[in-house]
């Protein structure tokens, strides 16, 4: 049995990961068009293409993951040896050059892809461990639900933090010109990543050394890349998670990446909560409204085990995903700082039950590719997830821009929005986000292991595991 510590350890590896992923998937449509200059256009193009070749890159660094060998393991090491430039490439992600606009262009391509690059060669090893730290499945979803609980909690400081820092760096006054107050803002944002990445590169640095290794595969001396591709490619229950994992990262990403916004432009000052006895306001702001958000996932990720534990994994996901469908559709006709807040709890509440279970059923589906296949690729699996993030967040992200450029949205600093991009926004945080998550309940109908079908295989594995 794993003690506390290391659960700990192991969540926090997600927790860097999250507060780097929820600050690209929430604030980087943003800063890219209203900070760093470029056009809704490019912005949606340049976010497809980055993220399409990142999600290709997931399946190599599983394949590379599943072939380390070292004193460490065959994943954890990486937590150690990519912490350092993963905070490096998120800063520059977040820079912005004082180019030409090609120029500028050019390198938002190049750091972008830079860092979605490391992203894939930290984030997928560290995935895949869920699958040899362990080999009881109820303690693979115990690691998981910890996982995401810091993820959230992470992504909840990430947001909570960011917006307060970018305004204490701004020096930005009243009284200097527009230019001089965009390259204070510019600055204010590489300064606030700063912050967070050494705080990211540090919680790796604590996952890696609290953490351990523990299940050897040792029927796997032919690593045959081909063989893993196409035990892969066999791998029934796989191909139905993909599809429930793009579609729950589509889901999250729009609302989250539409979320900014929403608040400027559809809400704008009719955000108020509530004013105190001395007058001031209390307002919902996008980093109040998010971080409101990351609170209510770590909630959903407690209650994924006892009520796993009673229905499920399978159905649990369903009914989540179910109920945030119809919460999100709620959403579109919705009208008010206090219904918006309180949509957004429940919501997230069902979203946070989802992503535990997702992770705890992709170290299932490497249990049985390893029963059927004497394979288990765990690797390569765990990046077909990351691959899923990859691609609902590109497509999410892309689509933002791309609708808005389509409703007229207008770019320019506190500028007015024409009813078009103002129904634009409130389908992104409604109606679009709803029916992915439609998509991922229908796909999850034909997914085949049920708890009792991963009883056997566990008992079957480890039967097997004791002969070698």
Request: net charge neutral.
């Amino acid at each position: 049995m794993a003690s506390l510590k290391e659960k700990i350890g192991y969540g926090f590896g997600d927790m860097s990961s999250s507060m780097f992923w929820k600050i690209f998937s929430y604030y980087l449509p943003f800063f890219y068009s209203n900070v760093f200059g470029l056009s809704l256009a490019d912005g949606a193009l340049l976010l497809l293409i980055s993220k399409l070749w990142d999600a290709v890159s997931d399946p190599i660094m599983g394949i590379i993951a599943d072939r380390t060998s070292t004193k460490w393991g065959r994943y954890r090491p990486y937590l150690l040896w990519v912490a350092v430039p993963f905070a490096i490439a998120g800063i520059l992600t977040f820079s912005t050059p004082d180019f030409s606009y090609t120029g500028k262009l050019i390198y938002a391509y190049v750091t972008y892809i830079l860092m979605m690059t490391i992203y894939t060669a930290i984030n997928v090893p560290y995935g895949a461990m869920l699958g040899v730290m362990t080999d009881k499945p109820e303690e693979k979803t115990v690691f998981s639900s910890f996982r995401m609980f810091f993820a959230y909690a992470g992504s909840f400081i990430a947001i909570a933090i960011f917006e307060p820092l970018c305004c204490c760096f701004n020096k930005a006054t009243p009284d200097m010109d527009a230019a001089a107050r965009l390259h204070s803002e510019q600055t204010s944002w590489q300064l606030a990543m700063i912050v967070i990445g050494i705080i990211c590169a540090i919680i790796f640095v604590l996952c890696f050394l609290w953490t351990r290794e523990r299940v050897v595969n040792n029927n796997q001396e032919d690593r045959s890349v081909l063989k893993d591709v196409k035990a892969l490619g066999c791998n029934g229950p796989w191909w139905i998670l993909l599809l429930v994992a793009i579609s729950a990262l589509l889901f999250n990403s729009i609302r989250g990446g539409a979320a900014a916004y929403f608040f400027q432009n559809y809400v704008g000052d009719n955000n108020i909560l509530w004013i105190t006895n001395e007058g001031n306001e209390i307002r919902l702001t996008t980093g109040v409204y998010l971080a409101v958000g990351e609170i209510a996932n770590m909630i959903g990720v407690i209650l994924a085990v006892p009520i796993s534990s009673f229905i499920g994994k399978k159905y649990t996901y369903m009914f989540a995903m179910s109920m945030a469908a119809i919460l999100s559709i709620v959403f579109f006709y919705a009208s008010g700082s206090w219904l918006y807040l309180s949509l957004q709890i429940l919501i997230s509440i069902m979203a946070g039950m989802t992503f535990p279970l997702l992770w705890s059923m992709y170290a299932d589906v490497a249990d049985y590719s390893e029963l059927k296949n004497g394979r288990s690729s765990t690797g390569l699996i765990f990046s077909s997830s990351t691959m899923a993030q990859k691609f609902g967040g590109a497509f999410g992200s892309a689509l933002i821009l791309w609708l808005l450029s389509y409703y007229g949205y207008n770019t320019a600093l506190n500028s007015a929005q024409n009813d078009g991009a103002l129904f634009g926004l409130n389908m992104l945080m409604s109606w679009l986000p709803g029916l992915s998550c439609l998509i991922a309940v229908v796909a999850l109908i034909f997914y085949p292991l049920g708890d009792k079908k991963m009883k056997d295989v566990t008992e079957q594995l480890k039967t097997r595991r004791e002969n070698y």
